[in-house]
């Protein structure tokens, strides 16, 4: 019988034992895959939603840059407005490619839900929004005319399984009795447009009295324009808030840093916890074979030989779990996300647990090597029993 043989077998022997140790270190391996998918999903479903902006820069009212972030990605109620024509102080510097204008309203709707809800609406410009917005495609019909008071409207993939609409629909306006025919429905981008209800900029401006008004003024500049340099300047315009891209990446990911360095601190006290539970099952193991392992030395076993028997227990415990661990968290990572996104409302769109094959291996590996780590204490105890001593007495 082989040393792997051997160790699986005595593993056995105390059944509920190895089980609670394999069900605390599958736990710690659930939290750390899932935290590692979370660090590695956020942070690319983040990435994708601000590449998905379509510009650099955006000019919002004056408020907390935090507010602003809010609104870039998700769309905040606490809208603030600044006046159109500030665009013809933007749009003639050489830095700019081409800018477009974006007027979000939010209304009360009576027929969301059983108490009502707020409707988030999109004012664009036809002409210049979907070209800074190339990936969004149609799942039917298309944008609406040039006309910029035209009474038509556009659904995100997910808006309009939410208003379970379809070309032809018309749709009334809560708090406006002027209502729009829907004549296009996206495709699923994966971003925060999936969401929104898209009007022409002048429609939204008339149906909810915000004429001369905007909320946001999106900026693409020319690949030879020094970004930083130019954000200078736009701090220099009254009553504007500028924000970078770049900007609304840090700022969400400091806040989200400082939450993850608890978990983190939690998963790792998970495991040490765990790291006990080994320690403590291998150890006592080796106390009950006390007498068993000084036979098996006076039978020619070597101290290397038990030394490896109570290491390759140890490991087996760790792989056991840690292949549990993986699978429960790659099995339940939809369950996971829903509970993350109840505690943080504004995560971004898309997956925000990613698992992939690196993350599997390297907590494959931390399990491993937290097995061989708490398993040397006792497997070196064992390999120095004196067969004389352990035949003459019952216990250590």
Known sequence: ???????????????????????????????????????????????????????????????????????????????????QDIVQNVDNAKEVLQTTQML????????????????????????TYPLMKPYLKFKQGQWFDNDNSADEIVLGYEAAELEQREIGDLMLLPGSDREYKVVGILNRSGTQDDGMIFLPLKSVQETFDKRGLITMLGIQLTREAD??????????????????????KNTIMSLVSSAKVIVFAIAFIAFLIAMSGVLNTVL???????????????????????????????????????????????????????????????????????IDVKIIILSFFIITLTGIIGGIYPAFKAANIRPLDSIRSDSV
């Open 104 to 127: 979000m309203h939010a209304e009360f709707d009576p027929d969301k839900g059983e108490n009502g809800g707020t409707a988030v609406y999109m004012g664009i410009d036809p002409l």
């Open 227 to 248: 970004a930083a340099a130019f954000e200078e300047e736009l701090y220099k315009l009254p009553d504007v808030q500028v924000v970078s891209m770049a900007q609304v």
């Open 284 to 354: 006592m193991s080796v106390f009950e074979r006390f007498q068993e392992i000084g036979i098996l030395k006076s039978m020619g076993a070597l101290p290397k030989d038990i030394f490896k028997m109570i290491l390759t227990e140890t490991i087996l415990l760790c792989a056991g779990g840690g292949l549990c661990g993986i699978l429960l968290a790659y099995a339940f990572s939809g369950i996971s996300e829903a509970a993350i996104r109840y505690f943080l409302p504004f995560a971004p769109a898309g997956n925000i647990i990613a």
């Open 1 to 83: 019988m082989n040393i792997f043989q051997l160790a699986y077998k005595n593993l056995l022997r105390r059944k509920l034992r190895t089980c609670f140790t394999v069900a605390g270190i599958t736990l710690s391996t659930w939290v750390l895959v899932t935290l590692l998918g979370f660090n590695k999903g956020y942070e690319n479903s983040l990435n994708n939603d601000i590449d998905g902006m379509g510009f650099q820069i955006v000019l919002t009212a004056k408020g907390c840059p935090y507010e602003a972030a809010t609104l870039m990605l998700k769309g905040g109620t606490g809208l603030r407005y600044m006046p």
